[in-house]
């Protein structure tokens, strides 16, 4: 089967098939087969293959095997209108330029199609726009909330008027309760002062008893009119959840122990502190905070600190018993 470019060729070769025959006959014409050395071979063509031709001579036997590239060109062009032989003898043949172009197929031509395009988002909004959306006005919400109740806490603890902090952290949020919780609490401002030196002061050195510092509320100058008058302490124990342990519960109830130098009734009596993790026993107060007592412990043990919030009971009993 032809193909379209071997169909050119062969509709060309039929063009020319009439400058092809010359004043001989049309059988005569087909059984000459020229040679380029300008031989001429008579007779019929016996095989063909690839590599050439046998021609069965006229004059009797056979001729040798032809190559195509020995034939002319005119007898090329005749051989290669058998159908049988196209294939071999069609790349020895000089076909014109004209001729090759129109075997060659057309190519389709190339429609652009446009190119379907994912639609851009469109341009952010401003500032107040983006703050203005329902989810960031919800967001800023819950963190305004959040920032008062932290400032509410914060009331609490360093035991302020709620209403101011509150008030200062809806101005400044996240300020205003750093700045309460960093300043000390309404106990802590009150400032203890030392009152000058008078005569009665005086006197109470000379006689060996230290008068009571001046810082210390009044219950201490009742307490130490009770030890004056004779009147001994009591026992006592108080547990977390019926009073509150902080520095005005211990400033009320052990006033006698803040002073360096104890009573007889004050060294019979020993004050015991409870934790979670141990029991301290101690003599007296060394000192105390807003946030901590400093205890000295029985027998010369040294100082320790117990902060508040781990206290969950403190006892009053002589010296001598047994918790």
Request: charged share 25%.
């Amino acid at each position: 089967m032809l193909t379209y470019k071997a169909l050119i060729f062969f509709i060309w070769l039929m063009s020319q098939a009439g400058g092809g025959l010359t004043d001989r006959g049309p059988v005569e014409q087909a059984n000459r087969y020229e040679m380029t050395n300008g031989d001429v071979l008579k007779g019929e063509i016996a095989s063909a293959n690839e590599d050439g031709l046998v021609i069965k001579l006229d004059v009797g036997g056979f001729s040798e095997r032809v190559s195509w590239q020995h034939l002319t060109q005119d007898t090329l062009k005749r051989l290669m209108r058998d159908p049988k032989m196209f294939e071999w003898v069609e790349p020895f043949v000089d076909i014109p330029l004209e001729v090759k172009a129109r075997a060659i197929p057309k190519k389709r031509p190339i429609t652009i199609q446009p190119v379907p395009r994912v639609d851009l988002p469109p341009r952010p909004g401003s500032f107040m726009a983006t703050v203005t959306a329902p989810l960031n006005l919800a967001f800023l919400g819950l963190l305004f909330a959040a920032n008062l109740f932290a400032a509410y806490e914060v009331a609490i603890y360093r035991r302020r008027p709620a209403a101011l902090v509150c008030g200062v952290s809806a101005l400044l949020p996240v300020i205003g309760p750093l700045l309460f919780l960093s300043l000390p609490g309404a106990e802590e401002t009150i400032e203890e002062f030392e009152a000058p030196p008078t005569e009665a002061d005086a006197s109470a050195r000379q006689t060996g008893r230290i008068p009571t510092p001046a810082g210390v509320s009044s219950s201490l100058s009742m307490a130490k009119s009770e030890r004056t008058t004779g009147s001994g302490l009591e026992p006592a124990i108080y547990k977390r959840g019926e009073v509150e342990f902080n520095r005005r519960f211990f400033e009320l109830k052990f006033s006698p122990y803040f002073r360096v130098v104890l009573s007889e009734a004050e060294k019979s009596m020993v004050i015991v502190v409870s934790t979670p993790r141990r029991e301290f026993i101690a003599t007296r107060i060394a000192r105390i905070s807003s946030l901590e007592v400093h205890l000295q412990l029985q027998g010369g043990a040294g100082e320790v600190g117990v902060p508040f919030g781990e206290i969950t009971q403190v006892q009053l009993r002589p010296k001598d018993a047994r918790g």
